[in-house]
């Protein structure tokens, strides 16, 4: 895909949304951020913010999702393996002050906003769904293996909130280890 000011533009809202949220987040940064000029907003997002916010987090979804269909899958233990080891330095951003693009638009945008919820919404499923097909393709029953994923991802939100509210990464550590138990003695 081409580096083109829309592009930019989207990219700078994704990583302003990881470190600033939906409140905190300013055309102005975007500008800046992606050098865009100030009318470039209207013209390649007429609806405003809430268009802007949405695309990013979209954009953010599918991205995400791309990397874990890339997920080795010989076993069980290894899809997990390799979703913590990927998720890891992502969570590692949010022990320094980032986080997730797509739940910023979950907890920061407007509770009367269900455009943004639905976007967050259909991320989410989308990042289940394909973690529970690696899972499958690895051996699991879909049942469990959708338990499973559903699990992964709410250890993965969880640990952005926890990692970035201590500091530190201990917390996705400590889920990761008992992740890898819970693996371990259940499915393997």
């Known amino acids: 895909m081409p580096n083109d000011t829309r592009t930019r ?21 975007v500008l800046r951020s992606s050098g865009a000029a100030r009318g470039a907003i209207y013209h390649h997002f007429p609806g405003g913010k809430a268009q802007l916010v949405a695309e990013a987090a979209t954009r953010n979804g599918h991205d995400v999702r791309a ?5 080795q899958a010989d076993s069980p233990q290894s899809v997990v393996d390799a979703f913590l080891a990927a998720v890891r330095p992502v969570v590692q951003a949010s022990a320094a002050g980032g986080g997730c693009a797509v739940a910023a638009i979950a907890v920061g945008a407007d509770p009367d906003d269900d455009g943004l919820r639905e976007v ?17 393709t690895a051996g699991l029953a879909p049942g ?17 909130v926890l990692c970035r509210a201590a500091g530190t990464i201990e917390p ?6 008992a992740a890898a138990a819970l693996i371990h003695n259940r499915y393997e």
């Open 9 to 29: 533009m989207i990219e700078a809202t994704v990583e302003a949304l990881r470190h600033r949220g939906v409140a905190g987040m300013s055309f102005t940064d």
């Open 67 to 71: 990397h874990f269909a890339e997920l």
């Open 120 to 136: 967050a919404a259909t991320a989410f499923a989308s990042w289940v769904s394909q973690l529970a097909e690696r899972l499958t």
């Open 144 to 160: 469990d293996a959708t338990d499973l994923a559903a699990t992964l991802i709410t250890l993965l939100e969880g640990a952005h």
């Open 172 to 177: 996705f550590d400590q889920a990761a280890r």
